[in-house]
């Protein structure tokens, strides 16, 4: 049990920060096959929440299978697979800030550009959605300085990716735990 418990921040670490970086790859192949741009963007959403499905469900058993004979509650296996998504999502945090800002600026900025010309063509289509026309600019001017914060980059995708994850670990953790044999 000593074991057990000396080893919860280093494997909670290692769970989060190979997430994070499984999370990384998908930003990445999203970005190479363009999926955003041709209305794909579902793909990396899907992708996403397989992967901390899946790591959640390996991590998880991982650590219950080192707690032995005396079991794994609720609690710690949820409280192991949070502490590991919210690794996760920051590993995956820094990874979407070098990809927009460093690795593919031009992707992301066509990537805005085109959701923003497909809220414009929506309103378009339904003039009640669009408000009078100064809201929609202010709108859109919005969204393109959002799009491109440092700030809002990084605790976008570190939200996503931790808020998933955690609605993740409150069902995986019923699965995950081992209870004590009699």
């Given at each position: 049990?000593?074991?057990?418990?000396?080893?919860?921040?280093?494997?909670?670490?290692?769970?989060?920060?190979?997430?994070?970086?499984?999370?990384?790859v998908?930003y990445?192949?999203?970005?190479?096959?363009?999926?955003?741009?041709?209305?794909?963007?579902?793909?990396?959403?899907?992708?996403?929440?397989?992967?901390?499905?899946?790591g959640?469900?390996?991590?998880?058993?991982?650590?219950?299978?080192?707690?032995?004979?005396?079991?794994?509650?609720?609690?710690?296996?949820?409280?192991?697979l949070?502490?590991?998504?919210?690794i996760?999502?920051?590993?995956?945090?820094?990874?979407?800030l070098?990809?927009?800002?460093?690795?593919?600026?031009?992707?992301?900025?066509?990537?805005?550009?085109?959701?923003?010309?497909q809220?414009?063509?929506?309103?378009a289509?339904?003039p009640?959605?669009?408000?009078?026309?100064?809201?929609?600019?202010?709108?859109?001017?919005?969204?393109?300085?959002?799009?491109?914060?440092?700030?809002?980059?990084?605790?976008?995708?570190?939200?996503?990716?931790?808020?998933?994850?955690?609605?993740?670990?409150?069902?995986?953790?019923?699965?995950?735990?081992?209870p004590?044999?009699?």
């Open positions: 049990m000593e074991n057990f418990k000396s080893t919860f921040g280093k494997d909670a670490c290692l769970a989060g920060v190979v997430m994070g970086l499984a999370v990384f998908i990445l192949l999203s970005c190479f096959f363009k999926w955003e741009l041709n209305d794909h963007g579902f793909y990396e959403g899907i992708l996403v929440l397989v992967v901390l499905i899946a959640a469900f390996l991590f998880g058993s991982r650590r219950a299978a080192k707690a032995g004979a005396l079991g794994m509650s609720y609690g710690q296996s949820l409280g192991f949070c502490v590991a998504m919210v996760a999502g920051a590993v995956a945090a820094v990874g979407a070098l990809l927009q800002k460093v690795i593919a600026p031009d992707y992301y900025a066509q990537v805005v550009e085109h959701a923003l010309t809220a414009e063509e929506i309103m289509i339904n009640m959605l669009a408000g009078n026309s100064d809201q929609m600019e202010a709108g859109m001017e919005l969204g393109r300085k959002m799009a491109s914060s440092a700030f809002a980059i990084f605790f976008g995708a570190l939200f996503n990716v931790a808020f998933i994850g955690i609605l993740v670990s409150l069902f995986v953790s019923i699965f995950v735990k081992r004590a044999e009699a």
